[in-house]
């Protein structure tokens, strides 16, 4: 399996990337190949006053390199420019990644906005699935909130097409999970469920992680779906939120629903989404 990891060279993107930990979590569910991914802004230009980005750019990426080959993974470097968001994700799928992996310092405007601007451009766009891993704040040497991506994921559900196509991660991910829950919100509008139970269809999603080993709670709330699944993540303090993006039509199928865009800026650990399966 592949993998894309996004890099603007600042100290937040770094900090996945330099974590054992991470890589430890990536190479156990399948990933052996990473491309590194760098995009150059077009409004950015070799020779600028006072920057040498060039021989920055060439150093930050053998560096990076050296670790990850280090850490058993084949990896291949990819310098282009353009729009970040738009070649992360042609990268992606040309290689044909299984999965991109951007950090993220959440909701602060003005720290590294780069990163965090490509992180919701590509969680509205992403085709493939997308692990946003959560980065300190505030530090000027920032570490990774949850080092241990995938041991325990909250997965948020509406019993719909997308969110079953978002668990069958736990295909692949479920050699680095131990723990999980699963969290359904019922709203006036849930489609199809007034004659079904929620906490009867958790408990069968939940039998078949129990069955892989994965110990396994479920939680049925009420109310706002994304404030009740950050509340839950306060709660459980899992180390990814895992949801499925909708698409709201055969013209829209790649843009998010607003409930994962709000998870993505908010949620306080990593979120991992998964767009819809190709048509």
Known sequence: ??????????????????????LACIGRIGIDEIHLVTVVPSNVHAGMPGIDFEERRRQALERYS????????????HVVRGTPHRRIRGIGETIGASLT????????????????STARNLARTTVTPLLVNR??????????????????????????????????????????????????????KDPGLADDDPEDRL??????????????????????????????????????ILVGSRGHSRLRRLLLGSVSEDLVAQANGNVMLVPPASV
């Not at 992996?101 to 965090?116: A, D, F, H, Y």
């Not at 039998?207 to 709660?235: F, H, M, N, S």
């Open 101 to 116: 992996i951007v950090g993220s310092r959440g909701q602060s405007p003005l720290e590294n906005r780069v990163i965090g």
């Open 66 to 77: 050296r670790v990850i080959e280090d850490a058993g993974f084949d990896v291949e470097a």
């Open 1 to 22: 399996m592949k993998a894309v990891v996004a890099t603007d060279l600042s100290a937040a993107s770094e900090a996945t990337i330099e974590s054992e930990t991470c």
């Open 203 to 240: 408990a069968e999603v939940a039998d078949q992680l129990e069955g892989w080993g994965i110990e396994t709670r479920t939680d049925v709330r009420q109310g706002d779906p994304a404030d009740e699944i950050l509340a839950a993540e306060e709660e459980y303090r899992p180390t990814t």
């Open 135 to 188: 980065i300190e704040r505030e530090a000027d040497d920032p570490e990774v909130l949850r080092e241990h991506l995938f041991r325990r994921m909250l997965f948020a559900t509406d019993f719909s097409e997308n969110a079953d196509h978002a668990f069958d991660s736990f295909s692949y991910l479920r050699g680095a999970t131990k723990e999980a829950t699963l969290v359904h919100v019922q709203t006036p």
